[in-house]
């Protein structure tokens, strides 16, 4: 049984609306530090997202067995559902921006990984008696 199940409907959707501001929250964190590219707080953070995910979802399990065959809900917790369904939407767009944040992030990184590969075949470039270029040797037996 989970530590939810005993609670009243509308306790369950309020506490499901205070899950989902706090987990908008951590993926606002989240985007900074992808931006800052802190990479050790933003596994601290990770772990609380995961924390957050795995009680929204104990927590939506909960309401869901609540609300079978509880017909029409009374206005006041009809609003905490349109409430969480709003901040649901937040966090799938947020969560959107961050993964679109990360593919941008990796993409520069390709990029500056195939200009240090250029630069070093470019250094690497000698001329032959010609006066042709020629690709010298990077190490052992490789050549540009």
């Keep these: ?27 606002e964190k989240e985007l900074q530090l992808i931006s ?27 309401i869901e067995n609540k609300m079978v065959g509880s017909g029409v809900l009374p206005p006041e917790e009809e609003n905490l559902v349109n409430k969480a369904k709003q901040l649901l939407d937040d966090c799938k767009y947020r969560t959107q921006v961050n993964q679109k944040a990360v593919e941008q992030g990796q993409l520069r990184l390709s990029h500056l990984r195939n200009l240090m590969m250029e630069v070093r075949a470019k250094e690497s470039l000698t001329y032959d008696k010609k006066g042709k270029p020629k690709g010298g040797k990077l190490g052992s037996g490789v050549s540009a």
Aim: glycine share 0%; charged share 25%; proline share 0%.
């Design 1 to 27: 049984m989970s530590e939810y199940e005993s609670d009243s409907l509308a306790v369950q959707l309020n506490k499901q609306v205070e899950l989902l501001s706090a987990l908008n929250t951590v993926l």
């Design 36 to 62: 800052s590219r802190n990479a050790e707080a933003l596994m601290q953070l990770l772990d609380e997202k995961k924390s957050l995910l795995e009680s929204i979802q104990a927590l939506d399990t909960a």
